[in-house]
């Protein structure tokens, strides 16, 4: 019999085969932890390195609804020296993505990207202010307002009753509704909008002084408050006389006496002031001449201040009824007509002062 003949060929074991495919997973997950190792300490080092900015600082509006691709790009647009697709990423790493808030920025130099993100999300806008000053007409105030650097006019046209309306107060007077302080917004913001912050603001101070009043003054209402307030406001702009200003108004009030104060009067003129106060001025019967009408006048004439509010309703325990300017600030007050004489004769030499009682 023939044998047969057996080749033999080289076999390997499963467990040797198993090995070499462990050993290069091994090898692969090696090289993807350094390789995700590598591009995390990169991503880190970049997310703490100050951006590249065109100019010293870079402004930008987020606009409500932009998506995070959207505002990355737009800040490349403004001016950020980087990949939009590495600001958009690290957006969405950063699981904060959704809370960027709607509103205008400003990034200046060595802001990181961390910072970038965190402004937004925190909505640290850039804020511009318009300082309202007291004694200002709500005419003045729509001015200032109308001149505010990034500032919407959505009440341009508007009458003063339709900007009230607006601000939902119908049928109440904007003269002295509105309290004189510094007033920030973000660019973008709108005039109606600081106007209902000065609205509420003046509420809350005229509520305050209102508590504080003393017993048996002449004024019975807040809101006639209001009005002796921004007379007292345009009398004087030293705060140590208004309440004994207050006091002289007081007193006429109480013996039904006219106020005669000439900040009224010129009010009333409006427009047809030229600043030059005449006898005629005087003489010609309008609502807030205080010479031919006794009481307060129907509004208020400006916007008065805190200082103004308080001496309103806390005025000094005076009896005197006349006053005059000195000329430096101040006013000399007088309990007759021949002692408010003699103080005229010395401190105006015969000059009417405008913005001054008789």
Do not use: C
Not at 93 to 111: D, N, T, V
Not at 256 to 283: A, C, E, W
Request: net charge positive.
């Amino acid at each position: 019999m023939h044998q047969k003949s057996h080749r033999v060929y080289p076999t390997f074991s499963v467990r040797q085969k198993a090995g070499v495919r462990g050993g290069a997973l091994s090898t692969l997950l090696g090289l993807l932890v350094v390789l995700a190792l590598s591009l995390g300490g990169a991503t880190y080092w970049w997310l703490n390195q100050p951006l590249h900015l065109a100019s010293p600082s870079i402004e930008l509006s987020v606009e409500s609804g932009a998506t995070p691709r959207d505002i990355a790009r737009e800040w490349v647009e403004a001016g950020v020296d980087a990949s939009p697709w590495m600001l958009y990423e690290w957006f969405k790493l950063s699981g904060q993505s959704r809370q960027i808030r709607a509103g205008s920025y400003e990034l200046s130099q060595g802001a990181t990207p961390r910072d970038l993100l965190r402004m937004m999300v925190r909505g640290d806008e850039r804020l511009s202010v318009v300082k309202l000053i007291d004694g200002w007409t709500f005419k003045r105030f729509r001015a200032e307002l109308a001149q505010a650097d990034g500032l919407k006019q959505v009440t341009a046209g508007l009458t003063d009753a339709e900007v009230m309306a607006q601000l939902g107060e119908p049928g109440i007077p904007a003269e002295g509704h509105f309290f004189p302080d510094t007033y920030s917004y973000a660019k973008g913001g709108t005039d109606l909008a600081v106007m209902k912050r000065a609205l509420h603001a003046m509420q809350k101070q005229l509520d305050a002084a209102w508590a504080q009043r003393q017993a048996n003054i002449s004024v019975k209402t807040p809101q006639e408050a209001l009005t002796l307030a921004s007379i007292v406001e345009k009398e004087t702009g030293r705060e140590s006389d208004r309440p004994m200003i207050a006091g002289v108004f007081n007193n006429r009030l109480r013996i039904g006496m006219p106020l005669q104060t000439d900040p009224s009067v010129i009010y009333g003129l409006g427009d047809q002031f030229d600043g030059n106060l005449r006898k005629i001025h005087l003489q010609t019967d309008t609502p807030f001449n205080s010479y031919t009408r006794t009481g307060l006048p129907p509004t208020p004439i400006a916007m008065p201040g805190k200082a103004a509010l308080l001496a309103a309703v806390r005025p000094a325990d005076t009896k005197a009824l006349y006053f005059v300017a000195r000329g430096d600030g101040s006013s000399a007050f007088s309990t007759t007509l021949a002692e408010h004489n003699r103080a005229v004769n010395q401190y105006q030499r015969g000059q009417r002062n405008p913005g001054k009682s008789p």
